[in-house]
């Protein structure tokens, strides 16, 4: 008797890729993995996309999505673009490679024209020219999507690191240090020394670059209106 093809949907597609990713990232990503995970022959997979890309796109637009649902913010241009920040780092955070895909694809989604729309709402407000509020939230964006891959790339290298060797990270890092001058190191090591680099991927951390950018948006504007 001939085996019966595994049912398959969009739905339970996407929901295969985002498992795949949080394993073994999206370096590693491939339709053949999916499909083996759906139990599925790969060209299955070209009835619903139409290639690698294609599925990206679509990952995003749902994490566009989940943005618009999530993002609620009634106040002024500097606590709506505050309010969005927080509320797209939440989302990447929950989704794996989410920053990486958002990164790598274009506007050609519903969700994500709409996200682009609804950030340039956030600043339609303020004196600024069409280009500059195009860059204020293409700096705003950008913070938070290098802000959480940088956190998520650490993560992974430091368990890469556990993985490969018996001696945690930081005491082989401060071995390296004490083999290297102050003129080289002084400031690294004082930064290192008192716990600074713990900071880094923490609330904190991402609120205080949040507010170095809206600060100079703030600045900007008041020069404008001199």
Known sequence: MKKQQPQISEDKILEASWELLGEDGIEKFSLRRLADR?????????????????????????????????????????????????????????????????????????DIIRFTNRMLLC???????EEQKMQVVTTLVNYVFYFVMDDYQHQRNVS???????????????????????????????????????????????EFGLKVILLGIEQVIKEQQK
Request: charged share 25%.
């Open 123 to 129: 600043v339609e407000s303020t004196p600024l020219e």
């Open 38 to 110: 759906l139990g599925i022959q790969a060209p299955s997979l070209y009835w619903y996309f139409k290639s690698k890309q294609n599925l990206y796109q679509r990952l995003a637009n749902q994490v566009s999505r989940l943005i618009l649902e999530e993002f609620h913010s009634e106040g002024d241009w500097k606590e709506q673009l505050k309010e969005l920040a927080i509320t797209v780092r939440s989302v990447l955070i929950r989704y794996p490679c989410s920053t990486q895909l958002m990164m790598l694809t274009l506007p050609h989604e519903p």
């Open 160 to 206: 890469a690191i556990l993985k490969d060797q018996e001696t945690p990270p930081g005491e082989e890092l401060i071995r390296l240090l004490d083999s290297m001058s102050d003129t080289d190191v002084g400031l690294f090591r004082r930064t290192f020394t008192n716990g600074m680099f713990k900071l880094m991927g923490t609330d904190r951390a991402f």
